[in-house]
């Protein structure tokens, strides 16, 4: 069983930071690549940054040159440091992690973080 577990999230105001970071931890084979989605209530999912085994990126265009996503593949550890907060920001954040186990490979997703940009 593999599991993903976020922390970070907060309440900012505009033009702050927050950091957040996920941890995959079970029955780890390998992780392939590794990220974060984010949603509103009553909105579709959107992928906001996304990080592969070899370290390449890939942002959102509404966050590129504002957030960075790295990883580190010896704690299995995924995090996304986010710099001039905007209120459209505002969501919930979703860890995701392609991952093969011992019965195969698919996604798993985090319980979720919610991220309030507000004055």
């Known amino acids: 069983q593999v599991q993903l577990v976020e922390s970070g999230g907060g309440l900012v105001q505009p033009g702050g930071s927050l950091r957040l970071s996920c941890t995959a931890s079970?029955?780890?084979?390998?992780?392939?690549?590794m990220g974060w989605f984010r949603q509103a209530p009553g909105k579709q999912r959107e992928l906001v940054a996304q990080i592969t085994s070899g370290g390449s990126t890939n942002y959102a265009d509404s966050v590129k040159g504002r957030f960075t996503i790295s990883r580190d593949n010896a704690k299995n550890t995924v995090s996304l440091q986010m710099n001039s907060l905007k209120a459209e920001d505002t969501d919930g954040y979703y860890c995701?992690?392609?991952?093969?186990?011992?019965?195969?490979?698919?996604?798993?997703w985090g319980q979720g973080t919610q991220v309030t940009v507000s004055s």
């Open positions: 079970g029955s780890i084979v390998s992780i392939y690549a």
């Open positions: 995701y992690a392609n991952i093969r186990g011992p019965g195969g490979r698919q996604d798993y």
